[in-house]
């Protein structure tokens, strides 16, 4: 492979130092533009060796928003679909990268560049990036064992720096024969690889929906608070085939579609035509590159690194969102999420708002209900949904989930006797209670959706059914409740719901708990069938919640 640098010719020499003076001058006059991003992440030498990082806020937020929002159309200020994208071929020199919003593991870009597989932060200021451990990984299976950890550690084949004199070597000197070419529009790059052995993380729904998608969208919509987030055009899984990003049951891709319907997937074979592209001409010194206008990396072994998931809960998506929510960019009960909740209820057929359908803002008369805050939502029962696992392999003592259903139904059925006699009595209607035991398995996708849609209370044995509560409405008793072989507890669940603003209870049998520094913990039973639970107990919580007191 011929070297970059050779024995500079006087010609060389006075091209270098018009090309140093015009840096000069450009960089000058970019801080006096009204499009400059301010980096948002500066890390003193003495925290790159903390877990967590500590960045500082943006200068003007509605500098950043304008460079992400659609471009007017016309004089009447109408937006079109034309996005800013940068037409290289413009510009004397190659923008530099800048960081829009950054966490541990999750990183929003602005012109970054790929070339034979490696991530280029072009910069001249190197030392006002974060921590490259704490942006990116390997990208290999995570296990957990010290050679593995020490095997997902970056190196300069993931990530490196390119200074703008190093670009200019590699991809020329000029606009009309520079070898870089523009991906246009928002990217989301997914460093995960897909696992078909324990841990599943990309063909898992949780993992890949109430995980990964939650905690794209906190760090999207966050990055350009208050105003609207713009769309996200493609999706890369440079280490995942077609199938290997989508979950057994079929909900991935399912959400994904409803939720981002213009959105293209891009898998390993796709990813691996961008590499090839980049370094098939190499030898030949013929060097190109991909430019990246926005691109969000997201990576599960980076936010392993960061304190919230590493040392606390073990969430990715909570680097993001909580980070977010402690810098005033997210409200702390999930208002961000519901343009991608809503996405899917009507992609599977709810209606929102109005007097028909599931759903509504206050849709009851109930004068009760003209108080609440606008942040809640509202559905018209009481409505119970109770996920089974029985045709699982973890699932309840037979007799312990007849026992329950058995107090569910005999609950239900003595609030609607003293709703009817309450109506009867003062002419007051309160709202009906309704009991769904449901086995998920057995239901088409869109009628799950439809029936978390309106579901108050959501509960179930530990497992991957719970997920749907990422698409419940958020009324002010709405919970979740989890249950556990006892002493047993992990974070999944836990840590999701009350991101969303919701009430969170955990059971062990007869007994349950709401805050917990317990652990995670998977004791013998975790994973069997024959996980007690008191069902009067679960009946007493719902029926507590429903009346405020608990």
Not at 70 to 97: C, H, K, V, W, Y
Request: proline content about 6%; overall charge negative.
């Amino acid at each position: 492979m011929p070297s970059l640098i050779r024995t500079l010719s006087r010609r060389d020499a006075v091209f270098l130092l018009v090309g140093a003076f015009s840096m000069h001058l450009f960089t000058a006059m970019a801080s006096l533009a009204s499009h400059s991003i301010i980096i948002t992440a500066a890390f003193p030498e003495k925290a790159k060796d903390e877990l967590a990082v500590h960045e500082y806020p943006p200068q003007n937020d509605h500098q950043i928003s304008e460079l992400l929002y659609p471009i007017p159309s016309s004089a009447s200020g109408e937006q079109s679909t034309t996005f800013r994208n940068m037409d290289l071929s413009s510009l004397s020199l190659l923008p530099e990268t800048t960081i829009v919003e950054h966490v541990p593991g999750w990183t929003l870009f602005r012109d970054i560049y790929m070339a034979n597989g490696t991530l280029l932060i072009l910069t001249s200021s190197p030392s006002v990036f974060p921590d490259t451990r704490l942006m990116i990984s390997t990208g290999l299976p995570s296990e957990n064992n010290l050679e593995n950890i020490a095997l997902r550690e970056p190196t300069s084949r993931d990530m490196d720096i390119v200074t703008p004199d190093e670009a200019l070597q590699r991809w020329g000197n000029h606009s009309s024969t520079r070898r870089v070419w523009s991906v246009e529009g928002n990217t989301l790059l997914v460093n995960e690889p897909s696992q078909c052995t324990f841990p599943l993380v990309l063909k898992h729904y949780y993992h890949f929906c109430a995980e990964l998608l939650l905690g794209t969208w906190s760090l999207w919509a966050g990055s350009v608070n208050p105003g609207p987030p713009p769309p996200i055009h493609r999706a890369i899984f440079p280490h995942s085939s077609g199938p290997g990003w989508r979950d057994k049951p079929g909900f991935n891709g399912y959400f994904l579609r409803a939720a981002f319907p213009s959105l293209t997937v891009e898998v390993d074979v796709d990813w691996n035509d961008r590499v090839v592209a980049t370094s098939a001409s190499i030898d030949s010194g013929v060097h190109r590159a991909w430019h990246f206008p926005y691109l969000l990396l997201a990576d599960r072994s980076a936010a392993f690194r960061g304190k919230l998931c590493g040392l606390k809960n073990h969430r990715i998506a909570s680097e993001s969102v909580d980070a977010l929510v402690s810098r005033s960019k997210l409200d702390n009960y999930g208002l961000w999420w519901r343009s991608i909740k809503y996405a899917v209820w009507r992609f599977a057929g709810v209606t929102i708002g109005g007097e028909v359908g599931f759903f509504g803002h206050h849709a009851l008369d109930d004068k009760s209900q003209a108080s609440l805050p606008p942040d809640f939502e509202e559905t018209e029962k009481v409505v119970i949904t109770y996920i089974s696992r029985q045709s699982s392999r973890r699932h309840l003592i037979p007799e312990d989930h007849k026992a329950l259903v058995e107090s569910l139904e005999a609950l239900v059925q003595r609030k609607n006797a003293e709703i009817t006699s309450m109506m009867n009595t003062t002419g007051i209607a309160g709202k009906e209670w309704e009991l769904n035991v449901v086995r998920a398995e057995e239901m088409t996708k869109d009628d799950q959706v439809r029936l978390v849609a309106r579901t108050t209370i959501l509960l179930g044995v530990h497992g991957n059914g719970l997920s749907h509560l990422i698409l419940m409405p958020r009324t002010n008793v709405s919970a979740v409740i989890e249950i556990f072989y006892p002493e047993g507890f992990a974070h999944d669940y836990e840590w999701t719901t009350r991101a969303l603003g919701m009430k969170y209870f955990g059971v062990w049998n007869d007994t349950y708990f709401t805050e917990t520094t317990t652990a995670v913990h998977y004791p013998d039973g975790f994973q069997g069938d024959s996980i007690p639970v008191y069902g009067p107990n679960i009946a007493s919580i719902i029926e507590r919640r429903v009346a405020g007191e608990v």
